[in-house]
């Protein structure tokens, strides 16, 4: 008896220490499953967040605030994790800012309230910011911050903390997350777990011994921890020790023996069930799509997610291959790759398009991975699933908002010069041709009417130029009123003149609006080449030249580019640097002026300032260089040294008393629309100490024709200060009457070509008394240009016209030349005055 006590005892304590060491076993597999599973539910659902917000950051700055605000919203749908999405610029988001790095996703600690920007900022109410950078032309511009649901993510935690175990969710920084564990993450043992992605440590707090299982996240800044004490690992066992210590207590109740041991096995049982139920809970709750196969591929198990995702239920797969769901998008090697790589017992992961069991196409993330037996070999096959079909939805709407116009649906400037560097560079024979069309008016047309009827008529344009393009070609609006089309290969350059002139045909039929008709016209530049023997920028700018030709010819056609343009364009950009040059220097441009005399008294009344540049001994024309000067934008810098020699001259003559009347500049349109002409004026006369009432300002009757609010405002400050306004070469353009009414301008400019016909042709004659009549309805002085005989003087002071100009005069001079005339002419008038 006592050899079968001893015997017994030794056998029970091995049964007491193999329980406990089993025990602690499957209290480390229990752990380690649940952190595994915890893990990849977390990623992907932190995946499928941060993939949607990298989608809103790909053209952040380029898209408008209404199609980012769909985008989103498309989004947040089909991710229940996201609270919100935001759009943040890089000043007002100090959180993301302070911890910005090279990293492509930044996840930040737990802030207070429901989402970025939340007003109500409660304690009670938490979520989880990630910050996604976004760059305008290649620099940081700012952030698209996700919020994440703090309750969709302790909605996974729930099962496993039901069991008695402690989950957390931590950042590398050592920020908790979420969780209700202890501080898992500290000082000591971040070195611990940093050099080692996952493992497991036992150690003892108040609490007693416990097992912290974690996962350093490889995808994300991220460590789960799952924390089990052994006090509830061991219960079973103590109590069946308890139970084994009191049967060996009663020896002789062997049957009372066997019941026990029969329970204590029973019960040890139950356990496994229990902790192997618990794990498959987890998994089958999972988001993700899950289905385990046999080594030979065939499918055994499927979770409840994958039967939401493909329609067919585990009765329906078991046995068969994911054959079922191919959807025939992909060849055979992809496949065949696949094999191979989880054939060796490595991990797979890519994009999927699967068939749904309705046909509909599913697109999904899938990642496969070999499960591997003690000796190596592959026991069984997990594939998960992530649906990313939003996402790619997204993606594709995103890519066709970024390639084409909002307005038009057109292709845009970025897609069309992609496609023509392409074809340029990637094709070696056969011809190309590209058309670059440029709308006349269309200015005139957003000022009168509205940028509503601009935005009509572009509408329009591009449905017209669609109805002409060919088939192969490709059309584009470039920006603002510019389109463009290329073909390759393009046909005979008889075909391209029929196309361009079908074009210029097409645009300047009337065009109807809130009952409102009027035309709009095209200039249409067109550059022909051999694809191999031109550059896509090349080919542009030759369109472009052609184009600016076609303006200049006088709208409403068309030109193709030859040499002359590129040599016209050379010499313009010549000019433009030149003319830069000379502003900054003392030596080349210089004011004339050219006096204004009374039509009756011949009294000099005033003087018009004219800018003259002369450069290594040679005169250029204004003619030359000031429209030049308009369209460089250089003739508002032009127009201050202007302003500021005129005035430097006046304080100069006042000072000595000499006097020349009132002082007549000339402001270009561009000035008046595009800069504050007026207020540097008004500046300048403070500083120059010269009274407004000596000076005049100029500008062409065309410059009417622009009705912008910073012209309206221009002209109000000139006429409250006494500013006299003149409008030059009155009759060549085309001013409303009830605008020039309106204006209440001081002068009446005539011009010189109606002023030459006086005395030879009979219309120019009636011209310019009919001219002179309506000024005088309008309470306006008359100022005749161009004024070189006797003859039309006598004819313009007898039809009441008030002041002449002109070389029968006195031609424009230089100041120093002007004091002298003036004073000649004093002598002269006083003689004659004297003889009389």
Known sequence: MVIILLVMTVSLQHILGRGHQRALEEQLLTNTSLAYALEDSVIRSLQAAVGALQTVALDAEERSKATSNLLTQRLLRGLPQLRSIDVVAYEQASLCAERASNADVLFLPVQAGRYWGDAFRLAELQY???????????????????????????????????????????????????????????????????????????????????????????????????????????????????????????????????????????????????????????????????????????????????TTLTGYSLKQVRGKTPRILNSGVHERPFFQNLWETISQGKSWRNELVNRHKNGQFVTVEQTITPILDSAGEVEYFIAVHEDITVRKEAEQQVLYMAQHDDLTGLSNRRYFEQCLDECVSQRHYGSIALLFIDLDRFKE??????????????????????????????????????????????????????????????????????????SVSCSVGVAMSDVADIDSSSLLRQADLAMYRAKHSGKNTYRFFDDSMDESMQRRVATQRHLEEAMSQDDQLSLFFQPQVHARTNQVVGVEVLIRWRRLGEWISPAVFIPIAEDSGQ????????????????????????????????????????????????????????????????????????????????????????????????????????????????????????????????????????????????????????????????????????????????????????EVWLEQRKQTLNAEHVKA
């Open 128 to 306: 989880w910011p990630v910050c996604v950078p976004y760059f305008s032309q290649g620099a940081l511009a700012g952030f698209v911050i996700g919020s994440l649901n703090m309750h969709y993510f302790q909605s996974l935690f729930q099962s496993v903390s039901a069991s008695r175990r402690e989950v957390s969710l931590y950042l590398f920084s050592g920020e908790k997350i979420l969780g209700e564990g202890a501080d898992f993450l500290n000082s000591a043992r971040r070195e611990v777990v940093m050099g080692r992605s996952w493992g497991d440590l036992r150690e003892q707090n108040e609490q007693g011994n416990y097992l912290d299982s974690y996962r350093a996240t490889s995808f994300y800044p991220l460590v789960i921890s799952l924390r089990s004490y052994n006090k509830d690992a061991l219960a079973n066992w103590q109590s069946d020790a308890q139970i084994v210590r009191t049967i060996f207590s009663v020896l002789a109740i062997a049957v009372v023996l066997m019941l026990v041991m029969y329970l204590v096995f029973r019960h040890k049982r139950d356990k496994v069930q229990g902790s192997n139920h618990l794990l498959s809970m987890a998994i089958r709750s999972a988001a993700n799509a899950i289905f385990i196969t046999d080594p030979k591929g065939r499918i055994e198990w499927v979770n409840d997610a994958f």
């Open 635 to 818: 003739i508002i810098e032009l127009g201050r040294w202007i302003i500021d020699r005129t005035l430097s001259q006046v304080a100069d003559w006042r000072a000595r008393n000499i006097e020349v009347g009132k002082v007549s500049i000339n402001i270009s349109a561009v000035q008046l629309s595009n800069s504050e002409v007026a207020y540097e004026l008004l500046n300048g006369l403070k500083h120059y100490k010269v009274p407004s009432e000596v000076i005049a300002i100029e500008f062409t009757e065309t410059t009417l024709m622009v009705r912008s609010a910073q012209l309206a405002r221009n002209l109000a400050m000139l006429r409250a200060n006494n500013i006299s306004i003149a409008i030059d070469d009155f009759g060549t353009g085309y001013c409303s009457l009830s605008y020039l009414k309106e204006l209440e301008a001081n002068y009446l400019k005539i011009d010189q070509s109606f002023v030459r016909g006086i005395g030879d042709i009979e219309s120019d004659e009636c011209i310019v008394s009919a001219t002179i009549a309506m000024a005088k309805g309008l309470n306006m002085e008359v100022i005749a240009e161009g004024v070189e005989i006797e003859y039309q003087a006598q004819y313009l002071a007898e039809h009441g016209c008030d002041y002449l100009q002109g070389y029968g005069f006195a031609r424009p001079m230089p100041a120093a030349d002007l």
């Open 445 to 518: 047309i957003n000022d009168t009417l509205g940028h509503e009827a601009g935005d009509v008529l572009l509408k329009r344009v591009a449905k017209k130029l669609e109805r002409i393009a060919p088939d192969e070609a490709l059309l584009s609006r470039l920006g603002g009123d510019e389109f463009a089309l290329f073909l390759h290969p393009a046909q005979q350059a008889s075909h391209i003149h029929h196309l361009a002139q079908a074009i210029v045909d097409a645009l300047a039929q009337p065009f109807e609006y809130q009952d409102t008709t009027f």
